[in-house]
Each structure stands twice: as structure tokens, then as C-alpha cells.
Nanobody, 126 residues
Framework: QLQLVESGGGLVQPGGSLRLSCAAS????????IGWFRQAPGKEREGVSC????????NYADSVKGRFTISRDNAKNTVYLQMNSLRPEDTAVYYC???????????????????WGQGTQVTVSS
């Protein structure tokens, strides 16, 4: 069974940067597309970015394009989310999630993902 563990969250000032990590263990992590999602208090969970199982075809939400970069290192079974130029509205709990797929693509719809990590808090505030 695949398991995911996020790390790298914290408190950062507006304009700052953080890098989140999603470490996968268990059944063949390189068969899974990985997505990053976030949920702020009182809001629905939304897709932030995702990457296909082979590391190509990343997708980004419009709100983070040009500021966030997703990457994966299958040798380390880890997916990263580099977040630059952070804004207060980026404050949320960030989750990584995995979906088993044969396709070289990914989607930003939470229902498509069956395995979730526990989340890591990101707070952007001065």
C-alpha cells in the first residue's frame, strides 16, 4: 500500500519561499501521478499542481502559475513543490495525493486521487 508523508511547511513572510516535499513509500511510487492540494479554513480543498508518473506534463492552478514549480525524483520517491513569491492567500494546509494511472498526465481534481498524506501547514504572514 502506498503511503505519503509531507514536510517542509512553516511560517514565511509575504514574498518568501518554501519547498514542500512529499515522500512516498510502499507499492511502486513511480506508477502514480502525484498532486498537491490545499485547503484553507472554511474553504473547499483545491488543486494546486500535479505531475505525471514519469515527471512530465505538470499542471498548475492559475493562482500559482509562475510562482510554484512541481518536480519529482523517482529515485528518491519524492515529489517537491517549490513555492516562491508567497502571498497571504496561499495560507492553507497542503496535502499531497497519489493516483494510480497508466497515462502520462495528471489532473487537478481531488476525487481522482485515492491516497492522501496527512498535510503540512503553510502560513504566509508578516
Amino acid at each position: 500500500q502506498l503511503q505519503l508523508v509531507e514536510s517542509g511547511g512553516g511560517l514565511v513572510q509575504p514574498g518568501g519561499s518554501l519547498r514542500l516535499s512529499c515522500a512516498a513509500s510502499g507499492f511502486a511510487p513511480d506508477l502514480y501521478a502525484i498532486g498537491w492540494f490545499r485547503q484553507a479554513p472554511g474553504k473547499e480543498r483545491e488543486g494546486v499542481s500535479c505531475i505525471s508518473k514519469n515527471g512530465g506534463n505538470p499542471n498548475y492552478a492559475d493562482s500559482v502559475k509562475g510562482r510554484f514549480t512541481i518536480s519529482r525524483d523517482n529515485a528518491k520517491n519524492t515529489v517537491y513543490l517549490q513555492m516562491n513569491s508567497l502571498r497571504p492567500e496561499d495560507t492553507a494546509v497542503y496535502y499531497c495525493a497519489a493516483t494510480l494511472t497508466r497515462l502520462p498526465m495528471c489532473v487537478l481534481r481531488p476525487p481522482a486521487y485515492g491516497t492522501w498524506g496527512q498535510g503540512t501547514q503553510v502560513t504566509v504572514s508578516s
